[in-house]
């Protein structure tokens, strides 16, 4: 118990900031919990308590006592500059909370469910006339929040919204690297998938749960998920949940293809290793805290694409599988593994994209989004603004909405601007990779005994331990010298697919 | 949202005491979540965020509003008698919880946390002197906390404690129920030892752990465990907890010993039809809880020792359980498994106890506790005290203090008052049971067909669906037409060990 009223109102944010996080660590392991072995029958009680534990830390946050504490903390700020950037995020999220009315905020979580329930049954029948009613008075709320949003803190609308993902990151920047892209895979693509090797596919199914399970726990354990401080469980739609010292992975297993498994528990290790590598010093502080979902996405994707699908990894990684099988070594020659782990093919659906194509995906969704978002284009034309877009960028055309504009959940649930962050966290990993490679030499020699701890140090020291001190394209700055920089993501397809 | 400026002040108190309710639903799937699941790592966060909730909700009970509620509602209390009921519950909690200074439950609890660490290692090397000085510290603070709750609430120090765990229930009334056993067990014990059958113990081992969890799954489903709104797992120390629509129950697996954890899970399942079968309309109101600890034993003790031990049942289960080990239906004949399941024997843990010297363990307890409440027994006799405690109820006399006065926790962990509702448990147990039986002749033939449906449907309509309407002898008069009437478990007794 901390006595309040002899603290300087720095010291009292940062305790009052404490509690907050304690209690979204609660929620999030009951997140956990209602994703992984709740039953049915504790769905309804379980949104009582996730809602209510939200209203608590909203309302802690909105408190008169935190706006005087930040307004006193301005004028007598810490020496500390770590603590001063601490303060400047404090500001950020209060700002945040504090600009949107809460009659519109309740607005937004009533029919961002109405308009998710329609979601689920327009996505089964792909009937995108049954969502399009409540997509568009959703859209009209997103609109009222960005622009409120847009006035607090001096962003454009959209920008505003992205911001609520990957602070500091901006549609201006993301456009030009975007289109750049796009002239890449105008250019590249059909080489790519030209040239990449044809062989069986490795193995032969049934690939039994227990094994893949097994495997999954290794080589998380490998790529340094500790698990005395974390766990692996399942569930429907994957995820990296619980709390630094207490992190919870899931996955699915199809007894008819490992690798979406193993893959799947890579990723997530990914981003288990940045929450759990995340400054101790600041832990519950929004310092502490990650820098952003493309941060924390490139750390996901440097461990599953740039680690573990890398040549060096699957040359290790083959026995391995075929030992966890009881199947012939041959079976996992590199060729075979390649053409699972390492295949480019235009397809409909985002999350089922490979490396290569899956920026195409999330370009579509940033230029609709922010067309909506603009008002410059409305929801029953954005089938047709789809299918148009999925032509021009991959010269295919889904055979319905359900593969289309209707297969993702984010818009149907209100998340507008979340999509950039796939892409540059994509390309931040390749970035980062490159940067760490040169600074360790050891890296994929490493790798290629299936040790991952030259990279796993690497990432620590330059982007897990900073937390969130740095926005994105200064993090980029710290680690690898330069800001956000597309060649070297190319340079990487280029090297797996056309070299 | 409510708003809560238009409501009445008992309106308000709702709304109050409902979010309260959910907090601790949170903090109950995290205490669940802590024992079956957690990574030893979590331990440290864990302990921040059920302090953080226990405080919130400290924090709302003790609000200057819910005081100020408290008052006007007295004035213009509800015209519902059940609300009034529940009206009455709150200005309970409340002034439970505002009467002790916050100096005193910090202190409680810092001194409780250390004398349990000190526990620990006295227990494991059997020296009481050890903990002497930490027991004495935290005695101080538990006296302190007695004599102002008794001056709040108009009963007696020891009451006072014993009122948090079972209401309306004072040692004035404890005492001759307890002599009176005391007498009986004296008159009826050795007949009871010599009389009982002699047979081997019945099955082989092992008894492997997944086929006893799948018959632990099935037999609580027939006891009416709803798995649709309830988990089975495992933990170190069984119990029931999670919410009424999320029901956790844990047991643990000896396969030494399957009926370890059957008999522990159907109590546990008693435990769980009882806060499944509170009333929905009354949900998260103190209305809607238990009626107490001794109400809840009750329950667990009905379906484990009254039903689930009983011949008819036992008669029923042989068959089941030599189908689910692959063993010989004779192995499991109802001989065998009396030998095993109908059984008693001195012995000096209080846990192992079979339901006819439990209480005994019980007693010993309560004299005990009461005399160091009172200040009439200091710390440094109570070795002395048990041994002597144990001799003259017993006949027995532990070999060392791990055996005696060191194995359970509750005294150390500062929990005075708790001991008397096991014993109170099961005399109300037996109590119901007879009730039942002469309103539901069909129970004992049901059960003879593994069949729990008859008593679970009285038991939901005479005492789950109360929820905490009544006091204890209230319900047992309203049940069963009478006060608690130790006869009804000594003819229990007799019936099963005597005749």
Chains 1, 2 share one sequence.
């Not at 660590?25 to 992984?36: C, N, V």
């Not at 049954?130 to 859209?139: D, E, G, M, N």
């Not at 340094?224 to 996955?251: E, K, N, V, Y």
């Not at 996405?297 to 990684?317: G, K, M, N, P, V």
């Amino acid at each position: 118990m901390n006595d309040l009223s002899v603290m300087s109102a720095y010291g009292r944010l940062e305790a009052r900031f404490g509690r907050m996080a304690v209690v979204e660590e609660a929620s999030a392991m009951l997140g956990w919990d209602q994703a992984a072995v709740m039953p049915e029958g504790g769905a309804p009680a379980r949104g009582d308590q996730l809602a209510t534990l939200a209203g608590i830390a909203h309302e802690m946050l909105v408190a008169p006592q935190t706006a005087a504490d930040l307004d006193a903390a301005a004028m007598a700020p810490p020496a500390d500059p770590l603590a001063r950037r601490n303060l400047e995020l404090m500001r950020r999220a209060h700002r945040r909370a504090t600009v949107l009315p809460a009659s519109l905020v309740e607005a937004l979580a009533r029919e961002a469910a109405a308009c998710e329930a329609a979601w689920r049954g327009a996505r089964r029948e792909a009937d995108f006339a049954a969502v399009k009613v409540p997509l568009a008075r959703l859209l009209g709320l997103v609109r009222e929040q960005a622009a409120a949003l847009s006035g607090a803190l001096g962003l454009s609308p959209y920008d505003a919204l992205i911001d609520a993902y990957q602070p500091g990151v901006t549609s201006a920047e993301i456009a030009p690297v975007f289109a750049r892209y796009e002239a890449f895979l105008r250019e590249n693509l059909p080489a790519a998938e030209a040239r990449q090797r044809r062989a069986p596919a490795p193995g032969t199914p049934p690939f039994a749960e227990a094994a893949q399970e097994a495997l999954c726990r290794q080589l998380a354990a490998r790529a340094g998920l500790d698990f005395t401080a974390a766990r692996l469980d399942r569930s429907l739609h994957p995820f990296c949940g619980g709390t630094p010292s207490d992190i919870r992975i899931t996955t699915r297993y199809d007894e008819g293809d490992f690798a979406s498994a193993l893959m799947g528990v890579l990723h997530e290790t990914g981003h288990a290793l940045y929450e759990a590598g995340l400054p101790k010093d600041w832990a519950r502080q929004p310092l502490g805290a990650a820098a952003g979902m493309a941060v924390h996405e490139s750390q996901s994707l440097i461990i599953e694409l740039q680690a573990a699908r890398s040549d060096a990894f699957l040359a290790w990684l083959g026995p391995r599988l075929a030992e966890a099988f009881g199947q012939a070594a041959a079976d996992f020659a590199p060729a075979r593994l390649a053409a699972r782990l390492q295949r480019v093919e235009r397809s409909f659906i985002r999350v089922e994209a490979d490396e290569m194509t899956y920026p195409a995906h999330v370009i579509l969704r940033f230029r609709l989004e922010a067309a909506m978002v603009a008002g410059d284009l409305a929801v029953a034309d954005l089938p047709g603004a789809w299918n148009e877009g999925m032509r021009a960028l991959l010269g295919i055309v889904p055979p319905d909405d359900a593969k289309g504009c209707l297969q993702d959940i984010h818009w149907y649930a209100g998340l507008f601007g979340y999509f950039p962050s796939y892409t540059l966290g994509a390309m931040a990993a390749a970035q980062l990779m490159r940067a760490a490679r040169r600074a360790r030499p050891e890296i994929d020699p490493a790798l290629g005994q299936g040790d991952f701890t030259p990279l796993r140090d690497w990432l620590r020291a330059n982007v897990h331990g900073h937390g969130a001190r740095f926005g994105f394209n200064e993090l980029l700055v710290e680690a690898t010298g330069k800001t956000l920089d597309p060649a070297d993501f190319e340079a990487h397809l280029r090297a797996r697919y056309l070299d």
